[in-house]
């Protein structure tokens, strides 16, 4: 069986908006890139752990000054996964990502069923 390894970067962003009388954080993790690794898992780890050191987000891409760089912390999970924190005293908040090797087990093709003429679907409700 051949393995198909990629990098998965997912990232969390916290923003903070007032509603009525009131501040609210909001917390969105998505998945922002799939990268394949052309190679074995250990090629994919290594991938991973450069991402984790040096993966700039691209709203944290222009610095104030041309040397800026954002705080960062990195962490290694049991499972090999990266957490990394990002600051940059520029936004409210923290930027986090989510670093993690992963082996392409499936895929399949969407398949979109036959749609039923809009009578028909008036009508059963009915029937």
Do not use: C
């Given at each position: 069986?051949?393995?198909?390894?990629?990098?998965?970067?997912?990232?969390?962003?916290?923003?903070?908006?007032?509603?009525?009388?009131?501040v609210l954080e909001l917390h969105q993790w998505r998945l922002t890139s799939s990268?394949?690794i052309e190679g074995d898992r250990q090629e994919a780890e290594q991938a991973a752990?450069?991402?984790?050191?040096?993966?700039?987000?691209?709203?944290?891409?222009?610095?104030?000054?041309?040397?800026?760089?954002?705080?960062?912390?990195?962490?290694?999970?049991?499972?090999?996964?990266?957490?990394?924190?990002?600051?940059?005293?520029?936004?409210?908040?923290?930027?986090?990502?989510?670093?993690?090797?992963?082996?392409?087990?499936?895929?399949?093709?969407?398949?979109?069923?036959?749609?039923?003429?809009?009578?028909?679907?008036?009508?059963?409700?009915?029937?």
């Amino acid at each position: 069986m051949t393995h198909s390894w990629y990098v998965l970067l997912e990232e969390q962003t916290v923003e903070s908006q007032r509603v009525e009388s009131h501040v609210l954080e909001l917390h969105q993790w998505r998945l922002t890139s799939s990268r394949h690794i052309e190679g074995d898992r250990q090629e994919a780890e290594q991938a991973a752990k450069d991402l984790a050191f040096h993966y700039i987000p691209s709203r944290m891409q222009r610095p104030s000054r041309p040397d800026d760089r954002p705080g960062r912390a990195v962490f290694r999970s049991s499972d090999g996964a990266y957490l990394v924190p990002l600051e940059d005293g520029r936004y409210e908040g923290e930027h986090r990502l989510r670093i993690t090797v992963a082996e392409l087990v499936h895929t399949a093709e969407r398949v979109v069923g036959p749609r039923e003429s809009v009578g028909k679907t008036i009508r059963r409700p009915f029937s």
